[in-house]
């Protein structure tokens, strides 16, 4: 049986790790949520595709989307939960299912598209 | 804080979806004909991200220190009463007997006190020792938690501990990074960033050894998703608070006793 406790602080104060970083209660480092870490990616993902796409490609929407969800469905699979249904992933299935509805769309539109040029 | 988080959310995806609408007003209003501008994509890209925000700050959630203090309603009493009863040493957690066993918790007392209670009348006999023998702190939240959130308990050790994980990561949202590790028969759980921390530490000042005559809330609910997942008795061996840097973490020991095999490492 056993019970201790330890801590560093100095005088009252916290002094907090060098490798944490705190905005308002979010934060970045060795300790950072799995959702936050999503939320960030996803987004670092969409600019750089859209900063990419105007770059290298005249901007094309349907292209973008597309990406944009691929990026999407890979954050999701990441951190979707194994043995349970959390409320929030509940939540993430139904914008998923949006998603592909938007993806399926997209890939029709181009297909129609592509039957147009060839003029089948 | 969950709370927090949960609300930090909800304005950063009101910010993002507000961020995209004025941009797209933004295109509509400097050149209609021009839809594939790059600030459309950026629009989108607020979009996307603000509803994926949204849809990760869904529950509503209690604020943290209500939460610390709610999760020791009653442990002091309950400890008390177990101790006054001959209550020692550590509480152990007994698998489910059978299909549809439910997982009890076996409190051994002192031998001096058999003579007291005469034919032991409302205690248990378990490995030769008496003690008192009822459902732990945590079951109502196992159960529900099977029920609503659709927890399923793996029978190994690995898969098992995922569950763990999950559980305190992702439905409880009681830490932030959870760890395991297992040397011999002993299960090292450390969850970082605690959010119950500050009630634990109350406890721990004012009467440790309830923790283990009757463990509450996390460290009961590991336990019993331990000894149910492994079918095997599981005791809590000790609990370490840590608060260096502002890292509020909580390592918990858990001793396990004859395992039924599928859980062996």
């Known amino acids: ?120 | 804080m969950a709370a927090d988080r949960s609300k930090h959310y909800r304005i950063g995806s009101y910010i993002l979806v507000g961020f995209a609408v004025l941009l797209f007003v933004a295109v509509l209003f400097a050149d209609p004909r021009r839809m594939e501008s790059p600030t459309l994509m950026l629009s989108a890209s607020s979009f996307i991200a603000g509803v994926f925000l949204f849809a990760l700050g869904g529950d509503a959630s209690i604020d943290a220190r209500l939460a610390s203090r709610l999760s020791l309603q009653g442990i002091s009493a309950l400890g008390g009463i177990i101790r006054d009863l001959g209550g020692s040493g550590a509480a152990v957690f007994l698998p489910p007997n059978g299909d549809g066993g439910k997982v009890m918790q076996f409190i051994p007392t002192q031998p001096a006190f058999r003579s007291v209670l005469g034919d032991g009348g409302g205690f248990a006999c378990h490995d030769g020792s008496t003690g008192t023998l009822s459902r732990p702190l945590a079951a109502p939240i196992l159960e529900d938690l099977k029920s609503s959130d659709a927890l399923v308990l793996p029978s190994e050790f690995g898969p098992l501990m995922g569950a763990v994980r999950e559980v305190c990561e992702d439905l409880l949202s009681v830490a932030d990074r959870v760890t395991v590790k297992r040397e011999g028969d002993t299960v090292l759980v450390s969850l970082h960033n605690y959010l119950l921390y500050p009630g634990c530490a109350s406890l721990r000042e004012n009467s440790p050894e309830f923790c283990m005559l009757s463990p509450c809330s996390i460290c009961s609910l590991i336990a019993c998703m331990i000894a149910e997942g492994l079918a095997c008795e599981v005791s809590l061996a000790g609990v370490t608070l840590n608060d260096a840097a502002g890292s509020r973490r909580m390592e918990i020991r858990y001793a396990l006793k004859e395992c039924a095999g599928a859980g062996e490492p």
Do not use: C
């Open chain 1, 1 to 120: 049986m056993q019970w201790t406790v330890s801590g560093e602080t100095t005088g009252g104060a916290v002094r907090p790790g060098l490798r944490r970083y705190y905005m308002g209660g979010f934060m970045i480092g060795s300790a950072m949520r799995k959702t936050d870490a999503a939320s960030i990616t996803l987004l670092a993902w969409m600019l750089s595709a859209s900063g990419l796409l105007y770059l290298l490609h005249p901007p094309d929407h349907k292209l973008f989307l597309v990406i944009a969800l691929v990026g999407f469905f890979i954050v999701v699979y990441t951190i979707h939960p194994v043995f349970s249904k959390p409320g929030y992933i509940r939540n993430i299935h139904r914008m998923a299912l949006a998603g592909t509805a938007v993806f399926g769309l997209v890939i029709l539109l181009r297909i129609l598209e592509l039957v147009e040029y060839w003029g089948l």
